[in-house]
């Protein structure tokens, strides 16, 4: 069974920089469309940004300009830069790789925001 684990979560204040990361194994990573989504406290889960498996990118309007997207597929690996982070960030994090109909999740990193 293929297994995404993040990680690179925490508390940082308002104006902050985080960097997420999701290793995948058991699974080609260069095959998959891979995008990371958060779900905050009493809302729904809500897809954050997504890069194709040919690198294309796409991006929530919310964090368009201060969250990247990228993928090395040599260390089967998705990244999540995040700059200027802002409370309303907060939530947690979840990768997800999808190809084909077979879709897979991690298990969450927890980004809080906060002064």
């Known amino acids: 069974q293929a297994q995404l684990v993040e990680s690179g979560g925490g508390l940082v204040q308002p104006g902050g920089s985080l960097r997420l990361s999701c290793v995948a194994s058991?699974?080609?990573?260069?095959?998959?469309?891979m995008s990371w989504y958060r779900q905050a406290p009493g809302k729904e889960r809500e897809l954050v940004a997504r890069?194709?498996?040919?690198?294309?990118?796409n991006y929530a309007d919310s964090v368009k300009g201060r969250f990247t997207i990228s993928r090395d597929n040599t260390k089967n690996t998705v990244y999540l830069e995040m700059s200027s982070l802002k409370p309303d960030d907060t939530a947690v994090y979840y990768c997800?790789?999808?190809?084909?109909?077979?879709?897979?999740w991690g298990q969450g990193t927890q980004v809080t925001v906060s002064s």
């Open positions: 890069v194709s498996s040919t690198g294309v990118t």
């Open positions: 058991r699974l080609t990573l260069r095959n998959y469309d």
């Open positions: 997800k790789a999808f190809w084909f109909g077979n879709s897979y």
